[in-house]
């Protein structure tokens, strides 16, 4: 009972108008706990610098305990997990950024602190080319980083065409939307919403029932940038969301990065101007975020390799097997491992690279392809 009470009074704390989430967090670390705030009477309330009688009034309502307490019943009924800004759980990501919701709503099968998260965003309006350079990237990706989350907004064109990529490429991926997890918005990608909650989830930080709303759907930009390691645009006009997105994730010391367009096309005008301010790094391709984001590819080795390791023999085994536990070592290293003559491991390792098994780098290092 007392777990429902706690839920409650975290979920009424998100619905107090005009209060937000920094100053939210300031008013429960003033009065120790979240229930100690609601208890407190007006008279002590307005007495508070910042808070003044409207603010006062509001959190007194009890309609929005009320409020908060069918909430807590639906999701509770629904298994919709709750995340509350002093919960252990709360994602790391989200616990950097000042502004994150005090309260959200969680959905799905992926974790929200997955070892790599990825913001994928850009315009409504998206063309084919973006569209295929957002499938590109995204499958490029997920060659290497079968880890990787692909997170966005769900609306229409390159929000859900990220999403789908990521699904089509195994890749789990999480929609943050402006609006409440009852409603599905635009409709036409519930298909796409439901596929979603088996592979990565849905997070909103509204109630279940609240409609989407424009200023919702800007709100929840902050969730997108903050929840991910780096965001990608990859069409945007001179204005919009996506670029909103950007200047966010920028504010939270995220890496932000701007597919790139011709000069007169009004669907890159947003990206080049990243680009061109350097608010962005050029991303042509899934190897530019690679090597920026200092990502280390997990890339299978070529089959072929497999096969040539049958036609070694037991002594290029042997090296083989000392340079894949050891990842890299010098020619005398290997000498003395093996106690091989030099004349000797120079000619096998010299078999060895025609083979394309071991590579030679500046200072004698070996090291297996």
């Given amino acids: 009972m007392s777990e429902n009470v706690s839920l409650k009074h975290k979920i009424a704390l998100g619905l107090i108008p005009h209060i937000g989430d920094i100053n939210a967090r300031k008013l429960v670390a003033h009065f120790g706990s979240v229930e100690a705030l609601f208890r407190e009477p007006y008279r002590n309330l307005v007495k508070i610098p910042g ?31 709750t995340y509350f800004y002093l919960d252990n759980d709360y994602p790391f990501r989200l616990r950097q950024c000042d502004d994150s ?18 913001g994928v965003v850009g315009t409504r309006s998206s063309t084919p080319h973006g569209k295929e350079m957002c499938d590109k990237i995204i499958g490029g990706l997920a060659a290497g980083h079968p880890d990787l989350v692909i997170v966005s907004g769900l609306a229409y064109g390159i929000d859900v065409t990220a999403h789908k990529a990521a699904l089509s490429f195994n890749l789990p991926t999480i929609g943050v939307l402006g609006h409440g997890l009852k409603t599905m918005y635009p409709s036409m990608h519930t298909s796409t919403a439901e596929a979603m909650l088996k592979n ?24 997108i940038a903050g929840l991910s390691d780096a965001v990608v645009v990859v069409e945007s006009g001179i204005k919009g969301g996506a ?18 367009g011709r000069p007169d096309d009004q669907w890159s005008a947003g990206c080049n101007a990243l680009i061109k301010s350097n608010k962005a790094a050029l991303a042509g391709s899934s190897e530019d975020i690679e090597y920026f984001l200092d990502w280390k590819s997990e890339k299978a080795k070529p089959p072929v390799q497999k096969t040539l390791f049958s036609e070694m ?17 010098n020619i005398d290293a290997i000498c003395r491992t093996l106690g091989l003559p030099v004349y000797k491991l120079s000619s096998l390792l010299l ?6 098994l071991v590579k030679c780098y500046p200072g004698n290092l070996y090291r297996t392809t």
């Fill in 51 to 81: 808070i003044g009688s409207g603010l006062a009034k509001y959190i007194t309502d009890r309609s929005y305990l009320e409020a908060a307490e069918k909430e807590a019943e639906y999701v509770t009924k629904k298994n919709i997990r």
């Fill in 101 to 118: 919701p005090v309260v959200f709503f969680y959905k799905g099968t992926c974790s929200l602190d997955a070892t790599k998260m990825l």
């Fill in 200 to 223: 990565g989830g849905l997070l909103s930080d509204f109630l279940s029932d609240a409609l989407p709303e424009r200023n919702n759907f800007l709100k929840r930009n902050r969730i």
């Fill in 243 to 260: 670029l909103i997105t950007a200047d966010i994730a920028n504010s939270y010391n995220r890496d932000v990065f701007a597919v790139p």
């Fill in 313 to 329: 023999d037991e002594t290029e085994k042997t090296i083989f097997d000392l340079l894949s536990k050891e990842n890299e070592l």
């Fill in 351 to 356: 078999q060895m690279e025609f083979k394309g």
